[in-house]
């Protein structure tokens, strides 16, 4: 029975969470594939290089917050599993802001051409760009 009831509250987790800003991905995978699109030169890579680990110590400790969470409340009444439910998501919004936060802050070192390139291919899959102050993109 407990766990007909999680699977419903991390199932609306997955879809509440579906974002319609066009993230970068920084700290993913696909780092090298940044680097390539958007041609960043020394000094953006080494800022993608810093700001992916700075996000990857942010979110670990995040997950690690998680995963004591979800093992903590295995065996846990339908009433905790409820509370518990809303502060998984509590985390899990905490490390998408951070991903964001990290995003802009690459974007923010983007010249016109680089935005632009960003812009074009958010509208390519029907996302929305995330906007950043214009004077940063004037570098």
């Not at 016109?112 to 950043?132: A, N």
Request: aromatic residues 10%; charged residues 25%.
């Amino acid at each position: 029975m407990k766990k007909l009831l999680l699977f419903p509250l991390l199932f609306s987790f997955f879809f509440s969470s579906a974002q319609i800003d066009c993230t970068l991905g920084v700290g993913g995978k696909d780092n090298e594939t940044i680097i390539e699109v958007f041609q960043l030169n020394e000094e953006q890579t080494e800022n993608l290089k810093n700001w992916s680990a700075e996000l990857e110590v942010r979110n670990t400790y995040l997950k690690d917050k998680a995963k004591s969470l979800l093992n903590r409340h295995q065996e846990s009444p339908p009433t905790v599993l409820m509370e518990m439910s809303y502060e998984y998501r509590q985390l899990l919004d905490s490390m998408r802001s951070n991903s964001r936060m990290i995003d802009r802050r690459l974007l923010g070192t983007f010249n016109q051409k680089q935005y632009d390139l960003y812009v074009e291919l958010c509208s390519m899959i029907s996302m929305s760009p995330m906007r950043v102050n214009n004077s940063v993109n004037e570098k």
